[in-house]
């Protein structure tokens, strides 16, 4: 499992130098054009059904995916004033290196 803190660095570096998407249906969508390098999705998000679908459209699409154990924490990361369920990046910027270093701990 990879370490909950580098995963959350990646989405602020992807955010600030490249580009992501907020939100289940943004990142969803992002997935299922294969336009994300990286999916991340809070595991305390109620209910389940929200973002249970993540991992496993992911896994089709060979996409690294990773849960962090609050939406507090990635809509912090995510640059948002609020909590968000789930997150894909989809231009990486500067946080690559941190994505390859992430997907690699994950296959």
């Known amino acids: 499992m990879a370490d909950e803190a580098k995963v959350l660095e990646a989405v602020e570096i992807a955010r600030t130098?490249?580009?992501?998407?907020k939100g289940t249906n943004e990142a969803?969508?992002?997935?299922?054009k294969g336009n994300a390098k990286l999916v991340v999705y809070a595991k305390d998000v109620n209910p389940k059904e929200i973002v249970m679908h993540l991992p496993l459209l992911c896994k089709?699409?060979?996409i690294p995916c990773f849960g962090v154990?609050?939406?507090d924490d990635l809509g912090a990361a995510a640059g948002l004033s609020v909590a968000t369920s789930a997150i894909a990046v989809v231009r990486e910027g500067e946080a690559k290196s941190i994505i390859e270093s992430l997907a690699k701990s994950s296959e």
């Open 60 to 62: 089709d699409k060979g």
């Open 28 to 32: 969803t969508k992002a997935i299922e």
């Open 17 to 21: 130098s490249g580009k992501i998407s």
């Open 69 to 71: 154990s609050k939406k």
